[in-house]
């Protein structure tokens, strides 16, 4: 009783509070998403279960076991597109919007993504802390090559997460605390004008908080039902300005959202277990969308001995899959997954391959 109740508050209090328009994108943006989700189908908050927790579902916290900190843990992200735009016009740094932009006139039509991340962090049962750095460019140059559809997004921030447990675990409540310094560019940009981040961006700081749920049930296969809401009453950017870039506006505000899933982990050995989830992400953009699979999720991991991995899953409309090799204090990962960057009701696949390397103590 106490579980239902909390997540109807929990939702019921996401429903109530204002919201602003939902504004059509090209492609739906996950606050924060990792190589094991992206394997999955994209669908993270009922499986994670290590430092990430802090960022997608700091309830999940209540799972970890033991003290352990991520020292470095690179993770890089890109559109198969990236080899024919290279070819056909190279540039060095592939964040670099002026390099880009010139690259994509000449593969106008294509779509550009590059991603990269890290988050050194330090975890324990119901308690963590890590700092996140992120950077992404999302871009593509029209037919006539007189506008830049750009997105680019670079974050500096820290989060501090705790979790409380209660029906000796069955029910997992979690909080994050979270600031961000954020530079941003999301418009069309005129190619004839300074195409660089220090004329176009915006740049802020922004204080948040995330909380999520984790209520499993004490049945074969362990099924659980997870939620968290993500930037409770909304995180806006304009607590403090010029940190790291001088402009007269901030990045635009986040609305508060709620992601939910439903996920169960059969055991079928003394060495091998499975995990399977279905994720539906913002339930209030999604309930003004056209086409609602944007936002639905399905995966699958395979785990023999905590050492492989193996993954698949469904993104939107399209297929994941992904491979981990871990040792105790390693972790290689790889994934490939689809991506809908079309009009919201025009399916349009950005196939995407992701690699991460950490290193744990």
């Known amino acids: 009783m106490f579980s239902f109740l909390f997540l109807t508050a929990l939702i019921g209090g996401f429903l109530l509070t204002p919201q602003k328009g939902y504004a059509q994108n090209t492609e739906v943006r996950e606050d924060y998403i990792g190589a094991r989700a992206l394997g999955m189908g994209g669908a993270q908050i009922a499986v994670v279960n290590d430092e990430t927790a802090l960022l997608a579902n700091p309830a999940a916290l209540g799972k970890l076991r033991d003290v352990y900190g991520t020292i470095l843990d690179p993770e890089v992200d890109g559109s198969s597109n990236l080899n024919a735009i290279y070819k056909a016009q190279q540039f060095s740094d592939p964040w670099n919007l002026g390099q880009v932009s010139q690259s994509l006139n000449v593969s106008r039509d294509k779509y550009y993504h590059a991603r990269e991340q890290l988050f050194p962090s330090l975890v324990a049962k119901n308690f963590g802390i890590g700092i996140i750095q992120r950077k992404t460019l999302d871009a593509q140059m029209n037919t006539a090559g007189t506008q830049l559809q750009t997105f680019y997004q670079d974050d500096l921030g820290v989060y501090l997460g705790f979790n409380l447990k209660f029906f000796d675990g069955r029910i997992k409540i979690g909080g994050a605390a979270k600031m961000i310094s954020r530079i941003e560019i999301n418009r069309a940009l005129d190619p004839t004008q300074p195409m660089d981040i220090k004329s176009n961006g915006s740049e802020g700081l922004g204080v948040g908080g995330d909380a999520g749920i984790v209520m499993t049930a004490p049945w ?98 399209y297929w994941t899959a992904g491979l981990e090799v871990a040792s105790e204090h390693t972790q290689l990962q790889l994934a490939s997954y689809g991506e809908d960057v079309g009009p919201d009701g025009s399916p349009q696949e950005d196939r995407r391959f992701v690699l991460k390397f950490a290193i744990r103590f």
Not at 250 to 258: E, K
Not at 259 to 265: R, S, T
Not at 271 to 286: G, I, M, P, Q, W
């Open 220 to 317: 074969v296969w362990l099924p659980t039902l997870s939620a968290v809401v993500h930037d409770i009453g909304g995180t806006s950017f304009s607590a403090a300005k010029g940190l790291r870039m001088n402009t007269t506006t901030v990045p635009q505000s986040v609305t508060q959202d709620v992601d939910v899933a439903l996920a169960v982990f059969p055991i079928h050995g003394n060495s091998t277990r499975s995990s399977f989830t279905l994720e539906y992400d913002k339930v209030k953009e999604a309930s003004e969308a056209k086409d609602k699979m944007r936002y639905a999720h399905v995966g699958y991991e395979f785990n023999y001995g905590d050492c492989l991995f193996l993954r698949a899953g469904m993104n939107q409309h």
